[in-house]
C-alpha cells in the first residue's frame, strides 16, 4: 500500500514537472535557442520517465470495457504521446546545442514545419489530458457549492481570455500548417509571456474537465439533462467571454484579400498631398478622368517625380539610382490584362492559374507586345508596334495600345508618393497579394518583428481577381503584387541625362518589368524595383497592363533589336550548383545520373553556419549588403561548356551570394543558363532575374523549381525539364 502512495505521489510530481517544462519550452522567446533545447531534452527524459510509471495503464488497454468516457481519455493520451514524440524528434533533428550530432536526421525544413504544428498540439491535448483527469482528481474534496460556483465563474473567465490569446497569437495558423514560421514578441516581459500560455493551457483544461464530468454525469442510472447542461456550462461560458473579447479587441483577420476598402492596422498614413510629392513635381489635384474611348482606362496626367530610390531605402538595389524625370499625360488600365480579355483576342489563355477575372501570366515581352497589337485593331486605334525579323519597332505617334515605359510604369504605381509602397513605407498581406509570411523588412527581424509596421499574414499562392484590393491614389489597382507587369524599356543603367519621357537603354538583352508577384516578398514589391528578363521569358507570376498616349504624342519611332544570344544547347554541359541542406545537391546528383554531365559543386572559403537559425541571418546579412563570399575550388576550363545547369536553394526569394560570385567570376557571353532550384514554397522567387542582371549576355533556359528534395517524382520531373530545354540524356 504505501509503494502505491508513493508510486502516486511520484506520478503527480512528473505530471507537475512535465506542465512547467511545457510552459517554459512554450515561452522560446524568453528561454532562447540553447535553453530551449536543453528543457526539450528534459522533457523528453520526464516523458519517458512518465510511461514507464504508468505502464499499468498500458496493460489495461485491452481489458474491461469501453464507455465514452474511456474512449475519449485513451485517443487523448495516445494523440498526446505522439505529438509530444514528434515534436522531440522534430527537435532533436534541428539541434545545434544540446545534441548537434542528431542535425539532420530528418530533412531540417520538414522538421522545423512539424516541429512547430505538433509543438503547440501537445499543449493543446496536454491541456485536455490535464482536465479530464480533474473529476477524478477532486471526487474525494469537500467542497460548497458557493465555492464551487466561484471556482467555476474564476476559471471560465481565465478561460475565455485564454480562448481570445490563443486566436490573437495565432496559434490556430501554426497548428494547422498555415504558417512555417513562429513569429514571437521579444519585446513582451517574461511574465507576462507565462501567464498569456498559462491561461491558454487553462481554456483546455477547462475544456476537457466538462467535457469529462459531462460523460460521467450521463453514464450514471439517474442521470439528469440539467446536471449535463450545468457540467459543460464553464465551457460555453469561456467561449463566449473568448468571442466577446475578441469582438472587442478589434480581431478581424482573414484569409480573404479585402475588397475595394483601405487594410486598417498594416499601413503607415499617408501624409498630405504636399509631403508625398517630390518638390517641384506636378500632378493632376482631381481624380483621374476617364478615357474618351469606352475601355475603361484612366487617364494620369504627366508631371515630375523622383524616380528610383533614395540611399536610405531598405532593400535598395544599386541599379535604382534615384533622378528627376518628366512623363507626359497618359492613359492606363486600372487593372492588369485579364485572361478573359487575352483569351478573346488572341484565341489562347497561356495562364497556370485559370479564371477569366484572375490576371492573364506566363507570358513572354514579345506575346504581350502582339497583344497590344491586337487590342488596338480590335478597338479600331493605330497598331504602335511593328515586328519584323530585324526587331519591334514603336511607333510613338500611334494612338493604340502598349506597354507602358518604366518610367511611367513607376510615376503611375507611386501615384505621388515617395515612400517604398504607395500605400506608405510598409505592405502587409492585407494590402496586396505577396508572400505574405515575409512583410517588408521581415528579413532582419525575423526572430523578432515586433517593430514591424505590417506583420507577417497569408500567403495565398496564387493570383487573386484583378480589383481585389484597394487602389492607389490615382484609381489603379494591383501596382504592388498579384503579377508582375511588362514595361518596354531594355534593362539597363539609368541615364540621368535623359529626364524627358525616357524609354530605357538603347539597347540590351532583357526587357525591364515591375510590381512584383504573388510569391515574391515584401522587399521585391517597392516602387522602385527593378526585375528584369530576356523577350521569351514567361513565368506564372508574370502578366501585362496596358497604356496608351493622350494628346500631343512625340513623332520619333524606336527600334527594339532581339539580340538573345545562341540557343543552341546541343554543345558541352556543366551541372553547378551550390547546396546548404543537401537538396539541390541531391537534385543535381539525379541530373547528372540522367545526362552524364560533368559537374561542380561550389564551396565556399568561409562556409556558412551548419545551424539553420544562424545561416538564416548569414544568408540575408550578405544579401542585404551584397556580398560576394569567396568561393574555394575553380573551374579551369569553363570556356569548353555552352550549357550551365546551375542550381541554389531559394534563399530569402533570391539566390544565395555565393551563385552571384560565380556568375561573375566567368564569362557567359553567348552561354545558355539553365536554372533548377529548390524551394520552401515560394519556388523561383525573384532568383531569376538576379541570373539575368548578373549574367546579361546569357540565354536563360526554362528553369526547374523542386519543392524541397522532390520526393517521389523528382526524377519525372527532371526528365521532363531535360527534354523541354533539349539536354540529351543517357
Known amino acids: 500500500m504505501e509503494r502505491t502512495k508513493q508510486r502516486n505521489r511520484i506520478k503527480k510530481i512528473v505530471d507537475i514537472l512535465m506542465s512547467i517544462l511545457l ?121 460548497s457549492e458557493k465555492s464551487k460556483t466561484a471556482c467555476a465563474v474564476s476559471f471560465s473567465a481565465i478561460a475565455g481570455i485564454g480562448l481570445m490569446l490563443f486566436i490573437k497569437n495565432g496559434i490556430p495558423d501554426y497548428i494547422f500548417f498555415r504558417t512555417p514560421f513562429a513569429f514571437f514578441d521579444y519585446a513582451k516581459p517574461g511574465v507576462l509571456v507565462f501567464i498569456e500560455n498559462l491561461t491558454i493551457l487553462i481554456f483546455f483544461a477547462l475544456l476537457g474537465t466538462t467535457t469529462a464530468d459531462a460523460m460521467q454525469k450521463a453514464k450514471r442510472k439517474d442521470k439528469k439533462k440539467k446536471e449535463i447542461i450545468s457540467a459543460v456550462l464553464p465551457a460555453l461560458a469561456a467561449i463566449l467571454i473568448g468571442a466577446f473579447l475578441l469582438y ?12 475595394n476598402t483601405p487594410a ?169 497579394n505577396f508572400y505574405g509570411h515575409y512583410p517588408y523588412e521581415i528579413e532582419e527581424n525575423y526572430f523578432d518583428n515586433s517593430s514591424l509596421e505590417a506583420k507577417p499574414g497569408v500567403y495565398r499562392q496564387k493570383t487573386v481577381d484583378i480589383g481585389s484590393f484597394y487602389q492607389n491614389a490615382w484609381g489603379l489597382y494591383d501596382m504592388h503584387g498579384n503579377v508582375n507587369e511588362w514595361c518596354w524599356d531594355y534593362y539597363g543603367p539609368y541615364n540621368p541625362d535623359s529626364a524627358e519621357d525616357p524609354v530605357g537603354a538603347e539597347s540590351g538583352t532583357r526587357h525591364v518589368y515591375r510590381g512584383g508577384g504573388w510569391n515574391d516578398f515584401g522587399k521585391n514589391m517597392r516602387s522602385a524595383y527593378r526585375a528584369a528578363g530576356q523577350s521569351g521569358y514567361k513565368s506564372y507570376n508574370l502578366g501585362v497592363r496596358l497604356v496608351r498616349n493622350a494628346g500631343s504624342a512625340l513623332t520619333e519611332s524606336i527600334l527594339a533589336r532581339e539580340s538573345t544570344g545562341v540557343e543552341d544547347t546541343s554543345g558541352e554541359v556543366l551541372i553547378v550548383f551550390f547546396s546548404w541542406s543537401g537538396n539541390t545537391r541531391g537534385i543535381a546528383q539525379e541530373i547528372r545520373r540522367q545526362t552524364g554531365a560533368d559537374s ?26 551584397q556580398a560576394r563570399p569567396e568561393i574555394a575550388e575553380h573551374i579551369d576550363n569553363f570556356d569548353d561548356y555552352d550549357v550551365i545547369l546551375l542550381g541554389y536553394p531559394n534563399w530569402w526569394a533570391s539566390i544565395p551570394m555565393p551563385i552571384a560570385s560565380f556568375l561573375e567570376e566567368y564569362d557567359f557571353t553567348g552561354k545558355m543558363i539553365i536554372p533548377f532550384c529548390s524551394h520552401g514554397g515560394g519556388r523561383f522567387g525573384q532568383s531569376l532575374t538576379a541570373i539575368a542582371k548578373l549574367a546579361p549576355e546569357s540565354v536563360i533556359g526554362t528553369g526547374l523549381s523542386i519543392h524541397y528534395s522532390g520526393g517521389s517524382t523528382l526524377a519525372s520531373d527532371i526528365s521532363a525539364w531535360l527534354d523541354e530545354n533539349g539536354i540529351e540524356r543517357k
Not at 472587442?248 to 475588397?259: A, L, Y
Open 600 to 625: 561542380f559543386e561550389i564551396t565556399l572559403v568561409h562556409p556558412y553556419s551548419t545551424n539553420y537559425n544562424t545561416v538564416l541571418m548569414e544568408a540575408q546579412e550578405d544579401q542585404h549588403r
Open 23 to 143: 510552459l517554459c519550452l512554450m515561452a522560446y522567446q524568453v528561454t532562447g535557442e540553447t535553453l530551449h533545447e536543453w528543457i526539450g531534452i528534459g522533457m523528453t527524459a520526464v516523458l519517458i520517465l512518465h510511461h514507464i510509471l504508468n505502464y499499468r495503464w498500458y496493460k489495461s488497454l485491452f481489458k474491461g470495457k469501453y464507455n465514452a468516457y474511456r474512449i475519449v481519455t485513451v485517443i487523448v493520451n495516445t494523440l498526446l504521446l505522439a505529438a509530444i514524440a514528434l515534436t522531440a524528434v522534430c527537435g532533436m533533428a534541428m539541434s545545434g546545442h544540446a545534441v548537434p550530432f542528431l542535425y539532420g536526421i530528418l530533412p531540417v525544413f520538414f522538421a522545423r514545419r512539424f516541429h512547430l504544428a505538433m509543438s503547440f498540439w501537445s499543449f493543446i491535448l496536454m491541456g485536455l489530458h490535464l482536465g479530464m483527469h480533474v473529476p477524478a482528481m477532486t471526487s474525494g474534496w469537500r467542497i
Open 264 to 432: 486598417i492596422g498594416n499601413t503607415t498614413e499617408q501624409s498630405s498631398d504636399e509631403e508625398q510629392i517630390p518638390q517641384g513635381s506636378t500632378r493632376t489635384a482631381e481624380p483621374p478622368a476617364l478615357t474618351d474611348i469606352d475601355d475603361g482606362f484612366v487617364l494620369i496626367s504627366g508631371g515630375s517625380f523622383l524616380m528610383g530610390s533614395p540611399d536610405t531605402e531598405n532593400w535598395r538595389i544599386d541599379d535604382e539610382t534615384q533622378h528627376a524625370v518628366t512623363v507626359s499625360s497618359f492613359y492606363i488600365d486600372p487593372h492588369e490584362t485579364t485572361q478573359e480579355e487575352y483569351e478573346r483576342l488572341m484565341g489562347e489563355n497561356p495562364s497556370e492559374f485559370r479564371g477569366n477575372n484572375l490576371p492573364v501570366e506566363n507570358i513572354t515581352w514579345l506575346e504581350a507586345v502582339r497583344f497590344a497589337n491586337a487590342r488596338s485593331t480590335d478597338n479600331a486605334l493605330t497598331p504602335v508596334y511593328s515586328i519584323t525579323e530585324e526587331g519591334v519597332t514603336w511607333d510613338r505617334s500611334a494612338n493604340g495600345y502598349r506597354l507602358p515605359t518604366e518610367a511611367e510604369w513607376e510615376y503611375a504605381c507611386r501615384a505621388g508618393t515617395q515612400t517604398p509602397f504607395n500605400y506608405g513605407h510598409t505592405l502587409g498581406a492585407d494590402n496586396a
Open 248 to 259: 472587442c479587441t478589434g480581431n478581424r483577420d482573414t484569409d480573404e484579400p479585402s475588397r
